[in-house]
């Protein structure tokens, strides 16, 4: 497993492609490169310096939230997820950045990559480098069908209700890794903060939580008169106010103890034993079908394994694991 994790360490050094996702899906379940450790008290993952070229971005952000969802108990299989995604990256996005129009950053890149792979179960991760990554340089004026070309982060688009209909850019300049204290109208604070008006640091385990002010994203904010960050139970803990750590336990509604997340083989008399990723199918969790191959199961329950992200939607038609719509429209207006 050690050598899975180096493999991974070296993404950029992998040669092709498909060794790059072979890595990140080996790495499911992996702590790799030190991941889950912490930086300078804000919660965000340790990620190592790394370079990840735009060809090959789309499809391995994919592969990385394919094994964070395997990782965490939300899909059976992250191969099975992968083949679920119709995309995640708008073409016109790289389209852009061949042409100069929009500037990526592969350091960034990469880091959106291992972070994503590498995010908490529970709660959104830092995954700022993700729309960091790229950099519109288009100004004011100028013909836009996307906010991410333009320097202000705007398009505006008045003509039409289309997401990617042509607009002019709006003025202004957009400013990423905002400090805490800053302005966030027209920018992204840096990771391990969120923005509520002006950039806020996120609190920490044993801080006082709610609204305005979040915790790191490896928390839980529980308790209903005076709520506070937690950490997320383990096997055994009680999950009556706090949520279990996705990745090794689910909450038992009976018992309101975390236990062991149900796998493939286990007994069960309905598709709630079975948790968000398996099927129950003659009284055994079972793994649900994928994109191209017979749906598992009765109508209404978990027939086929569902993609990453807003365009990993799977249906079971006519007895077979498809893609609600291979290429969603929307698609061509999506950014990481």
């Not at 899975?4 to 950029?12: D, G, K, N, P, V």
């Not at 995309?87 to 950053?105: E, H, T």
């Not at 509604?253 to 008399?269: H, Y």
């Amino acid at each position: 497993m050690a050598g899975l994790a180096s493999i991974l360490c070296r993404l950029a050094d992998c040669g092709s492609a498909l060794a790059r996702r072979a890595a990140l899906l080996a790495a499911v379940g992996l702590s790799a490169c030190g991941g889950g450790g912490k930086t300078a008290g804000n919660g965000v993952p340790n990620v190592p310096q790394g370079s990840e070229p735009i060809d090959s971005f789309a499809a391995d952000l994919i592969a990385a939230g394919c094994g964070w969802s395997a990782r965490c108990n939300g899909v059976a299989t992250a191969d099975g997820c992968v083949k679920g995604t119709a995309g995640i990256v708008s073409p016109q996005i790289l389209q852009d950045v061949q042409a100069g129009v929009v500037k990526y950053d592969p350091g960034l890149g990469y880091r959106c990559v291992q972070l994503t792979l590498d995010q908490p179960c529970f709660g959104p991760g830092d995954l700022e480098s993700c729309r960091t990554a790229f950099t519109g340089t288009l100004p004011a004026g100028a013909a836009c069908s996307l906010n991410m070309e333009c320097a202000s982060a705007g398009c505006v688009k008045t003509a039409c209700g289309a997401d990617c209909c042509p607009g002019t850019c709006a003025a202004g300049t957009f400013s990423p890794n905002l400090p805490v204290g800053a302005d966030c109208s027209n920018g992204i604070c840096a990771e391990g903060e969120f923005c509520d008006g002006t950039c806020k640091a996120r609190v920490g385990e044993g801080a006082a939580c709610g609204p305005s002010a979040i915790c790191q994203a490896d928390l839980d904010c529980s308790g209903s008169a005076s709520p506070t960050c937690v950490r997320l139970g383990g096997l055994g803990a009680q999950c009556a106010t706090a949520f279990c750590e996705m990745s090794v336990a689910v909450c038992n509604e009976s018992t309101l103890v975390c236990s062991a997340p149900p796998k493939a083989g286990d007994p069960c008399t309905g598709i709630a034993e079975c948790g968000v990723a398996l099927d129950c199918v003659a009284g055994a969790c079972v793994v649900p079908g994928v994109v191209g191959e017979p749906c598992v199961g009765a109508d209404g329950s978990v027939q086929c394994q569902h993609g990453y992200g807003p365009y990993g939607s799977v249906t079971c038609t006519n007895g077979v694991c498809a893609q609600t719509d291979p290429s969603p429209a929307a698609l061509a207006c999506a950014s990481p």
